[in-house]
């Protein structure tokens, strides 16, 4: 069986894979009511869970899609795939 010459690793894949996730997670913590309701005003657009918690996770997310980018690929795996 031809192996692909990937440019990225089974680690790196993973590596982003839980980077999209935590990424996702974010947005999906930062939703809610909308400030514009008809009672008035919602104070819960300024939680902590969506002004501090749910950026952080996003942030986290997108350094870790950093990391598995650039996470270099074992020496023995790019020997392996040229053989």
């Known amino acids: 069986m031809d192996k692909k010459n990937f440019a990225f690793g089974k680690l790196n894949y993973v590596i982003c894979a839980v980077s999209?996730?935590?990424?996702?997670?974010g947005f999906i913590l930062m939703t809610g009511p909308s400030s514009s309701v008809e009672g008035g005003f919602e104070p819960d657009i300024f939680s902590?869970?969506?002004i501090v918690v749910a950026p952080m996770i996003c942030f986290t997310g997108f350094l870790l899609m950093i990391v598995g980018?650039?996470?270099?690929?074992p020496k023995g795996a790019?020997?392996?795939e040229s053989k």
């Open 20 to 25: 999209v996730l935590l990424i996702i997670i």
């Open 69 to 73: 980018i650039l996470y270099p690929r």
């Open 78 to 80: 790019s020997e392996e």
């Open 48 to 50: 902590t869970r969506r």
